[in-house]
Antibody, heavy 120, light 106 residues
Framework: QVQLQESGPGLVKPSETLSLTCTVS????????WSWIRQPPGKGLEWIGY???????NYNPSLKSRATISVDTSKNQFSLKLTSVTAADTAVYYC??????????????WGQGTLVTVSP | DIQMTQSPASLSASVGDRVTITCRAS??????LNWYQQKAGKVPKLLIF???SFQIGVPSRFTGSGSGTDFSLTISSLQPEDFATYYC?????????FGQGTKVEI
């Protein structure tokens, strides 16, 4: 059974860098696409980006190049860094696996999510 | 980016009702459409992938249909545990995008 668990600071100051880690168990990190998704309080879901095999990444242009996703294969973890944060980056951040089946792709499973608040 | 528009934004229904939620894409996405259910304070849960294929363990009262730009999720007989927010998501081209959600309330 594949499980994901997010970790990182719950409070980040404006203009600083948000850093989160997702620890994966039950699946090798280099065999799948892994994504970060966020959800501001009371709002909808926004895909941030994915990483595959440590080298292939794809980001949502809405983040204006502030996001970086990386992999640590020795720890079976992947991480998100989001620079120059503002209050608009306050959200629950989820990590998720992109599951591929033929022509179709979906997010499953997801981590439990971690709330990150941007505040002085 | 492909914009996903769900309707309605919210609806009130009773146990046993038939409920339909629609999702429209701003361009054709073939059948690359997924549906998720999110209960308050919980993680989104995959219901349907590829517009109409069930995720393992999803009750048969949930049905997905559509292709191209117009899609729907139907709950044939609403159960108490179905009160939640439902999101569509396109997986045709990046950036992957979600609809704004439909909240199903009592």
């Amino acid at each position: 059974q594949v499980q994901l668990q997010e970790s990182g600071p719950g409070l980040v100051k404006p203009s600083e860098t948000l850093s989160l880690t997702c620890t994966v168990s039950g699946a090798p990190i280099n065999s799948y696409y892994w994504s970060w998704i966020r959800q501001p309080p009371g709002k909808g879901l926004e895909w941030i980006g994915y990483i595959y095999y440590s080298v292939r990444t794809n980001y949502n242009p809405s983040l204006k190049s502030r996001a970086t996703i990386s992999v640590d294969t020795s720890k079976n973890q992947f991480s998100l860094k989001l620079t120059s944060v503002t209050a608009a980056d306050t959200a629950v951040y989820y990590c998720a696996r992109e599951t591929l089946n033929g022509d179709y792709l979906w997010f499953d499973p997801w981590g439990q999510g971690t709330l990150v608040t941007v505040s002085p | 980016d492909i914009q996903m528009t769900q309707s309605p934004a919210s609806l009130s229904a009773s146990v046993g009702d038939r409920v339909t939620i629609t999702c429209r894409a701003s361009q054709s996405i073939s059948s690359n459409l997924n549906w998720y259910q999110q209960k308050a304070g919980k993680v989104p849960k995959l219901l349907i992938f590829g517009a109409s294929s069930f995720q393992i363990g999803v009750p048969s009262r949930f049905t997905g249909s559509g292709s191209g730009t117009d899609f729907s999720l139907t709950i044939s007989s609403l159960q108490p545990e179905d009160f939640a927010t439902y999101y569509c998501q396109q997986s045709y081209s990046t950036p992957w995008t979600f609809g704004q959600g439909t909240k199903v309330e009592i």
